[in-house]
T-cell receptor, first 119, second 114 residues
Framework: GAVVSQHPSWVICKSGTSVKIECRSL??????MFWYRQFPKQSLMLMAT?????????EQGVEKDKFLINHASLTLSTLTVTSAHPEDSSFYIC???????????????FGPGTRLLVL | DQQVKQNSPSLSVQEGRISILNCDYT??????FLWYKKYPAEGPTFLIS?????DKNEDGRFTVFLNKSAKHLSLHIVPSQPGDSAVYFC?????????????FGKGTLLTVNP
């Protein structure tokens, strides 16, 4: 199946610094990528939808100035957590939708996730 | 308001028996449903899906049933194996005008005992 990678897999940073997380689709092109956040024992919460070449669409309650998303190419989207604080510590997961997938088939492939710990 | 609900946070079954994971949804506009399996500190892995025009889809040991009138779907795993132990997420998709956004339930932790 299609592969989506994330880098880094985990990061520890000091409060106030910015952290960039990369999401890449390795063997397919993705016009749309999604960023999720998961707290322990909770569901995956969609943060934003990232469209190649255009601005991301943020879910209600997600600060777009805090979570900067850039989808510069069909295989790469980045999430930057700006001025990170301890409450931003979480598990961030991206997914990518395969352009070739027709509607009705499995469309989203998930990355392995990035664990962020802000001290 | 939670649009996709998995009311059982955990389920424990014996190896070889059937595992039944349930999911309810409230938005009748959802038209595609998926089940994902997830291990701790990993991304979800796709298992099986079903379109709203069907009521059953089968893939090996996994079968998903959809009851649109009840807004309910279930995942059956038979026979269950210890390697099936993981968190299972139900997700629903609204394909039109939503960029194929997925809405997830909170997950059910399945433990299959040898």
């Amino acid at each position: 199946g299609a592969v989506v990678s994330q880098h880094p897999s985990w990061v520890i940073c000091k409060s106030g610094t910015s952290v960039k997380i990369e999401c890449r689709s390795l063997d397919f092109q993705a016009t749309t990528m999604f960023w999720y956040r998961q707290f322990p024992k909770q569901s995956l919460m969609l943060m934003a939808t990232s469209n190649e070449g255009s601005k991301a669409t943020y879910e209600q309650g997600v600060e777009k100035d805090k979570f900067l998303i850039n989808h510069a190419s069909l295989t790469l989207s980045t999430l930057t957590v700006t001025s990170a604080h301890p409450e931003d510590s979480s598990f961030y997961i991206c997914s990518a939708r395969d352009l070739r997938s027709p509607w009705g088939q499995e469309t989203q492939y998930f990355g392995p996730g990035t664990r962020l710990l802000v001290l | 308001d939670q649009q996709v609900k998995q009311n059982s946070p955990s389920l424990s079954v014996q190896e070889g028996r059937i595992s039944i994971l349930n999911c309810d949804y409230t938005n009748s506009m959802f038209d595609y449903f998926l089940w994902y399996k997830k291990y701790p500190a990993e991304g979800p892995t796709f298992l099986i899906s079903i379109s709203s025009i069907k009521d059953k889809n089968e893939d090996g040991r996994f079968t998903v049933f959809l009851n649109k009138s009840a807004k309910h779907l279930s995942l059956h795993i038979v026979p269950s194996q210890p390697g099936d132990s993981a968190v299972y997420f139900c997700a629903a998709e609204l394909s039109s005008g939503s960029n194929y956004k997925l809405t997830f339930g909170k997950g059910t932790l399945l433990t299959v005992n040898p």
